[in-house]
């Protein structure tokens, strides 16, 4: 067994050929540039680049292939020195009572071809990103089983194309069965999806949905695998070999659907969760809340205390103090992210950080940081330490 830093959900902003993929994402999100970062800057050993269905990101991949860059594994997926990199698409579906965002991965580009294949006369744009298929869930499972793929909802709990916080009050409502595994999503944990019975077996991954270079590795996880590649991967969601042994990822407060908000109010509510309608005004407007939905659809009692397998962690340049100079200065001696967040000692922090930032990190990597609540699109933010 090997262990592997995994980040599964990032965007591609465009094509080397200069065409959008991602159109809410960042343009230097590029195939390249995102393996340079997640490889040299975040020190992650697995990638999921879930734009790849696209024909430009396909192209990306081709070029890369040929000019060396990406070497085809004995086990499906791409390596880029010590990266692995699997290819991987977003689908947005019509589900129950609204609409969600899926995730599928595929071994090569040739399987990713069977999918598009199956679903190319039910989708308007193979070049954007997340566009929606016009068929039932059924035929999109079709598709991922003909490209031998692996499939999951993503960011399951948010109010926008989240499973459960747009479409359902349980999976079993609008799914032919349980998925294999579950994106959490950046306003919940694992505590929080422990809180429905029905995903007590469900393999739960974090992961940064990130739509810019920075956000690369804002949540991942740490896994143990067989190999580190599709295989690898594959036999940890069907077949139980391995498992996530953490999910890293900010805390639930931080995300930026975190609470209800009111939109005639313009402000996150307050009280205890479940809040669906706005207690200043009464109004029925309100973006619903990842903590409010899901104490409102939950059929166990939400645990509070900390769970070793979920890490609260906040990405080094979310952190107070930590500018681009600063964070330069940290990988110039660390080497990645990776290891600032892990393995740097106080001492080496100190030295190369002074006191204060040393504070903030080690206040990251020991879950001692105090949070204000984000909500509606807004993110919460760092305030203080606990002392």
């Avoid at 465009?14 to 390249?32: D, E, F, H, W, Y």
């Avoid at 926008?160 to 799914?175: A, D, Q, R």
């Avoid at 929080?192 to 940064?208: D, G, I, K, Q």
């Amino acid at each position: 067994m090997i262990k592997a830093f995994a980040d599964l959900h990032i965007h591609i902003g465009q094509s080397l050929n200069g065409k959008a993929v991602k159109i809410t994402a960042a343009r230097s999100l590029t195939l390249p540039q995102i393996i340079r970062v997640a490889r040299d800057v975040k020190g992650l050993s697995m990638i999921g680049i879930i734009d790849a269905h696209s024909q430009g990101v396909k192209h990306d991949f081709e070029t890369l292939l040929q000019e060396g860059e990406l070497q085809p594994l004995a086990g499906g997926g791409y390596r880029s020195g010590n990266l692995t990199i699997i290819p991987g698409v977003e689908q947005e579906l019509s589900v129950g009572d609204g609409t969600a965002h899926l995730l599928a991965y595929f071994s090569s580009l040739d399987n990713m071809e069977r999918y598009i294949s199956e679903l190319k006369p039910y989708v308007k744009n193979w070049q954007l990103s997340s566009q929606k298929a016009y068929v039932r869930i059924e035929k999109w499972l079709e598709a991922v089983a003909l490209g031998k793929g692996i499939w999951l909802p993503a960011h399951a709990f948010t109010p926008h194309k989240g499973i459960y916080g747009n479409c359902c009050t349980s999976l079993f409502e609008v799914l032919p069965g349980l998925p294999p595994a579950l994106e959490i999503g950046l306003s919940a944990d694992r505590q929080m999806a422990r809180s429905l019975s029905e995903l007590e077996h469900v393999t739960l991954f974090s992961n940064s949905d990130a739509h810019s270079l920075p956000k690369i590795a804002r949540e991942y996880n740490l896994l143990e695998l067989t190999e580190n590649s599709f295989a690898g991967l594959s036999k940890l969601v069907y077949e139980k070999q391995g498992h996530v042994i953490a999910n890293y990822g900010l805390p639930p407060k931080v995300g930026k659907y975190h609470r209800t908000y009111c939109l005639v109010c313009e402000k996150i509510v307050e009280g205890r969760p479940p809040v669906l309608s706005c207690p200043r005004c009464g109004s029925q407007k309100v973006v619903t809340g990842v903590m409010d939905r899901l104490v409102s659809i939950a059929d166990r009692e939400l645990i509070h205390t900390p769970d070793p397998r979920y890490v609260y962690q906040v990405p080094l340049s979310s952190l107070p103090g930590i500018g681009p100079r600063m964070y330069k200065r940290l990988l110039d001696v660390f080497g990645t992210e990776m290891a600032v967040l892990h393995h740097a000692s106080k001492d080496d922090l100190v030295q190369v950080a002074g006191e204060k930032v040393t504070q903030w990190i080690l206040g990251s990597r020991e879950g001692n940081l105090v949070f204000q609540e984000g909500g509606g699109g807004v993110y919460g933010r760092v305030v203080d330490i606990l002392s």
